[in-house]
């Protein structure tokens, strides 16, 4: 029974191909022996970087994936003599085997500006729609710049072709060598933000503002920066982010925050936070804030304060000045009643 359906599958996909096989006996110029089927197509190898951008004279991991996304075009029949389907069809399923890489050696080369430190990565084997990565230790030279072409120099073996004969397969693999174009990207330090100065008018009880300069001392541009402000009691932020735009290399921006400060604060230094936001990263900075008494409060408290003072000492005297003057009015009024 398992026989009859072997024989069943192989006509199935027979009838699939039969419109595109072909009598030639060549498949991207590979000569394949002459047995019951021959196979077009293969493994397709591709490399890519998942940490492309680099900067100069550091040094790290440059982590690669490899794939194969290799496929099987077009498989030709050919003669099967009567007797020997069920050894065509075995046959015609290991011919699929042909999409897979075994033994692969990848070698990374130095180039310009960027020197490998490791050597070739090994792979036992690599199947179609399968990935693996690849790491290399790698160091950049000071002062690179721009775009850096590397080589990914990569080895390996593949299946040709299979012939059975008495129920045994006997594979042909043929090596392989090609090379893959990568590119690297060297730029210069990220943004690096930090607050120039700040401004505000913060007093106890009102509503103020609160403006920080801030400043990209880095050689990147720092896009789509937003920033927000942090802050606790006895402060509430009343914006709640203010948004900067991109900040060149040297460039500054002003963030400004309406505020709201609580009737108990006192006048003295308080530390707030920023955080602002920027395509790629973010950064923290500290904001030092005074908060203040109102201006006309000494001209006004000092007055007060002193008529307070001699009102309190005019009243002390008087009723010391009482006390004294009294007894002896007392002691006059008891003699006179004798």
């Known amino acids: 029974m398992r026989r009859y359906q072997t024989l069943l599958l192989v006509l199935f996909v027979l009838h699939l191909i039969a419109p595109s096989a072909g009598g030639s006996g060549e498949a991207r110029g590979i000569q394949f022996a002459g047995d019951h089927y021959k196979v077009e197509g293969g493994p397709r190898i591709s490399a890519s970087a998942i940490n492309p951008v680099v900067a100069p004279g550091t040094s790290g991991t440059l982590r690669l994936v490899i794939a194969n996304d290799g496929v099987v075009e077009r498989l030709v029949p050919g003669l099967v003599p009567p007797g020997y389907e069920e050894e065509a069809a075995m046959e015609m399923l290991a011919e699929f085997g042909c999409i897979g890489v ?26 179609a729609g399968e990935t693996a990565p690849l790491n290399y230790e790698i160091s950049i030279e000071e002062g690179a710049t721009g775009p850096v072409p590397l080589v990914l120099e990569i080895e390996y073996e593949h299946q ?102 609580e009737v108990s604060a006192r006048p003295q230094d308080y530390s707030l936070g920023c955080e602002i936001e920027y395509s790629g990263g973010a950064a923290s900075l500290s904001v030092p804030q005074t908060v203040a008494l109102p201006e006309g409060w000494p001209l006004i408290g000092a007055p007060l304060l002193a008529a ?5 000492a005019l009243a002390i005297f008087w009723l010391l000045w009482g006390r004294r003057s009294r007894p002896p009015r007392l002691k006059n009024l008891v003699g006179n009643r004798r």
């Open 102 to 127: 075994s033994d692969l050696k990848a070698h990374l080369l130095s180039g310009g500006p960027v020197r490998v430190l490791s050597g070739p990565v090994h792979l036992d084997r690599l199947d």
């Open 160 to 261: 040709v072709d299979v012939s059975f004969s008495g129920g045994t397969a006997s594979p042909l693999y043929l090596p392989t060598a090609h090379r893959i174009d990568l590119v690297l990207s060297v730029e210069g330090s990220p943004p690096s933000l930090e607050l120039a100065g700040t401004r505000s008018d913060l007093y106890p009880g009102e509503e103020g503002t609160i403006s920080l300069i801030i400043r990209n001392a880095g050689d990147e541009t720092a896009q789509n920066c937003t920033a927000r402000l942090v802050a606790a009691s006895p402060f509430t932020p009343l914006t709640a982010r203010s948004r900067l735009g991109d900040i060149p290399p040297g460039g500054v921006a002003v963030a400004r925050f309406d505020v709201f400060v």
């Open 308 to 312: 307070l003072f001699g009102g309190s």
